[in-house]
């Protein structure tokens, strides 16, 4: 079995917190053991972030693209063994897992091309002044990834940090360290400076919490529950640590009566079971208007019983076991809330038990009908492939409805109506939303959180500003005095 080290400072060293295994969800048998950091491997990974930023923030431009690149083109060689680790590790199908991977590299790919155009600005001020702003590296950032697209949430953190000049300390989520474990490899063979790029792993509850609240760190980016990204805001306010947060999610799937009938169909089942439901933008809550409410039902149903789950390994799996048992424990029971609080169930709401899956954590895609927004399983995340149906009959209702949450992360509207579709992704508050399709995370277009769903936009432009200070130079080329009192 493989054993997975630590990362710092350019070596696999041991973790002085233990070892512990990983699990395939497939069938819950171990597949590699990796070390666990203790508080002094986090201090000596800070440390040597410390000195990594000051090597990778003097590094030329053209240098800092073509080691990059090398990272780049390392990934795209590894692709199938990196697919591979992930589908094991998380149990996503490996048409998925590859699909991530090569998104992945579209992300690294998109930020090597900032670069070089990280730009400040001429700003007219006062006369005889001339003003520029720069844009600076911020320094050591804790780069925190949960475990539903652990190599792919990682590199959309790891590649703005990098293309902008700081250095990083990564810890994966402790179900799904191994990708970022192979990372490291890459970053070493690709020449990437010892010290820029460090690996952690660890409860978050100890290893975590005590990584954001480093006085050597100065930045974090995290992605995961919105109820973590609320103690790390507290965690880091001490040092006041610049924080992004991309968090939890209860998007809204909203099907007019006038949509291509047969697209809304196939996209709302894309848009809740991919990757078994465990995506922060998964459309959770389907809204269906009443005048096709039982056809759609009746057409959604029968693609969901289609729906192809076995072993993640297989070429033609669509859906996975969840991550772990745990996750699937917390799952069900919020499905047996959901019944217990009113909802009808239409399909699922089981573990599959049958065959060769048995001992995995397979769940199958589950229907829930509500009507009520009190129901547990309308108001709260559940992470897994359980979709709750309502019908609606007005455009105002279901505004209304879609904004009932205390998350804003992603939204999806089927319509042929271009007026309609514009009132309503205007009026509905989320930091994404898609019109006849289910696609949101595309590089190039911010991501990320209204409300609870967290503050930063990742995957665009706009992560250079979340990833850089920047500084206001005022020069004085008047022959006025500089000391206005004229003393
Ligand atoms: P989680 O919050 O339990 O853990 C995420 C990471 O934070 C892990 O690495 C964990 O070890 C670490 N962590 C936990 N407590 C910590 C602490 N006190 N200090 C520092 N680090 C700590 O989330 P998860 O269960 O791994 O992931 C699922 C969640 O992630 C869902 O809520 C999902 O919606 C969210 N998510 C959001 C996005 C997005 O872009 N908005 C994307 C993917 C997942």
Request: aromatic share 8%; proline share 5%.
């Amino acid at each position: 079995m493989n054993e997975y080290k630590i990362f710092i400072n350019g070596n696999f060293v041991d973790g002085r917190g233990g070892i512990s295994e990983v699990i395939n969800p497939h069938d819950n048998k171990p597949i590699a053991k990796y070390h666990i950091a203790s508080k002094e491997d986090v201090d000596l990974a800070v440390k040597s972030a410390r000195e990594g930023f000051k090597k990778w923030r003097n590094f030329s431009i053209n240098r800092r693209i073509r080691i990059l690149q090398n990272l780049s083109k390392l990934m795209q060689d590894n692709l199938d063994k990196l697919a591979q680790i992930e589908s094991l590790n998380v149990g996503k199908p490996i048409s998925a897992s590859k699909g991530e991977i090569s998104a992945a590299i579209a992300v690294l790919d998109f930020y090597i091309g900032a670069v070089n155009k990280i730009m400040g600005e001429t700003i007219p001020t006062l006369p005889g002044l001339f003003n520029y702003t720069i844009r600076e590296p911020i320094g050591v950032c804790a780069l925190i990834v949960p475990w539903n697209y652990p190599l792919m949430l990682t590199m959309w953190k790891l590649s703005p940090a990098l293309a902008c000049g700081n250095s990083v300390i990564i810890k994966p989520a402790s179900w799904t360290p191994l990708s970022a474990l192979e990372l490291a490899q890459l970053c070493k063979e690709a020449g990437i400076p010892d010290g820029v790029v460090n690996i952690i792993t660890g409860p978050g509850s100890s290893i975590g919490s005590y990584l954001v609240s480093h006085e050597g760190v100065d930045k974090i980016s995290f992605t995961g529950e919105t109820k973590t990204g609320a103690e790390i805001m507290k965690l880091a306010s001490d040092t006041i640590k610049r924080v992004s947060l991309e968090l939890g999610g209860k998007s809204a799937n909203i099907v007019f009566d006038d949509a291509d009938f047969d697209d809304a169909v196939n996209g709302s089942i894309w848009a809740i079971y991919y990757n078994s439901g465990q995506s922060c933008e998964a459309r959770s809550r389907l809204f269906v208007h009443k005048n096709i409410y039982d056809k759609f039902l009746s057409a959604f149903l029968k693609k969901t019983k289609k729906i192809k789950i076995s072993n993640p390994l297989n070429k033609d799996t669509q859906m996975g076991p969840l991550v772990s048992k745990v996750h699937l424990a917390s799952v069900h029971s919020l499905v047996e809330k959901g019944i217990e609080e009113g909802a009808k169930l239409i399909y699922g709401g089981k573990k599959v038990e049958e065959g060769e899956l048995k001992d995995g954590n397979y769940y199958y895609p589950t229907i829930l009908e509500l009507h009520s927004t009190e129901n547990v399983c309308f108001k709260e995340e559940i992470f897994g492939p359980v979709v709750v149906v309502m019908p609606f009959e007005s455009e105002e209702e279901v505004i209304k409805l879609a904004n009932d949450s205390k998350y804003g992360l992603a939204g999806t509207i089927w319509t042929r109506d271009v007026k309609r579709a514009i009132r309503v992704t205007n009026a509905i508050r989320t930091g994404s939303i898609t019109v006849n399709h289910p696609l949101t995370a595309i590089p190039g277009l911010p991501f990320g959180g209204y409300k609870q769903s967290g503050f930063g936009r990742e995957l665009s432009l706009d992560a250079i500003d979340l990833f850089t200070e920047k500084k206001s130079v005022i020069y004085k080329f008047s022959e006025d005095p500089v000391n206005p009192w004229g003393l």
